[in-house]
């Protein structure tokens, strides 16, 4: 089975700090790789290079077989790669829908949208209610209610609703349970394998290990600017994963070669 994206020998240096070190990565259809490593390990410049935030010094990224470089995270976005940050990049102050769109704004056909510019406001409503529905998302009532008087749990939920309806390739997620309680996080997993069940693989950057090892198929472990190995969660256990991020057990030479 091939990729879907990879990346082979990334370098990327901020002045003195080497941040990727002939960095590889691989991410298989259908799967949810789970990126793990310690602070400042290069995780976020491995993800920023493959979403288009940064562009690395050298090195290859390959999606579907095919050789890109993004320019942007727009790019990203045209091709299929679709990421949810941490902080959401959301606008509390904007209805669900608006959020929902935001960037790609749908116009009224004719006239009304080429020349005047209208947007197509109920067709916008009536994408974002059908997908927040596909993920069972539709406790929230109304979806022109503004995003600031959702809990953490239902904002995630349309981060990840956003990604899910425009990502048709893969949808990178970083650290999406990191502030949320127990209740919330729960859903949040049962809605990142509703994604994985729907077929659109999934990058997920995260610290808690047994989301981690609850529900990725493979884990990427990162160290020092490079993948460490790759390990099945099924053979290892958490503190096993611990053990390789930190340096304290070697990696096995099955996994490395992974």
Do not use: W
Not at 116 to 143: F, Y
Not at 234 to 256: E, H, Q, R
């Amino acid at each position: 089975m091939e990729p879907i994206l990879s990346a082979r020998a990334l370098n990327k240096r901020y002045g003195r700090v080497t941040a990727l070190d002939n960095c590889d990565f691989d991410l298989m259809p259908g799967e949810i790789l789970a990126v793990i490593g310690d602070n400042g390990a290069g995780k976020s410049s491995l993800i920023k290079a493959l979403s288009g935030a940064v562009q690395p010094d050298s090195g290859d990224i390959f999606l579907e077989g095919r050789k890109i470089a993004f320019a942007s995270p727009i790019d990203a976005r045209l091709a299929g790669v679709e990421t949810v940050y941490q902080t959401l990049a959301m606008s509390p102050a904007l209805s669900i829908a608006d959020n929902m769109f935001m960037g790609r704004e749908l116009r009224k056909p004719g006239f009304m949208g080429k020349v005047l510019r209208q947007l197509d406001r109920p067709a916008m409503e009536r994408i974002a209610r059908e997908k927040l529905s596909d993920l069972g998302l539709m406790t929230i009532q109304n979806i022109n209610q503004a995003v600031e008087t959702l809990s953490g749990g239902q904002r995630q939920g349309v981060a990840v609703a956003r990604a899910a309806a425009f990502g048709s390739k893969v949808i990178i997620l970083d650290e999406p349970t990191a502030a949320l309680g127990v209740k919330e996080s729960r859903r949040v997993l049962d809605l990142i394998q509703d994604v994985r069940a729907r077929g659109i693989p999934i990058i997920l950057i995260s610290h808690n290990m047994p989301h981690v090892f609850e529900v990725a198929n493979r884990i990427h472990v990162h160290r020092l600017g490079r993948r460490l190995c790759v390990i099945d969660p099924k053979d290892y256990t958490m503190s096993d994963a611990v053990a390789f991020m930190t340096g304290a057990m070697s990696a096995p030479g099955a996994a490395i070669a992974a």
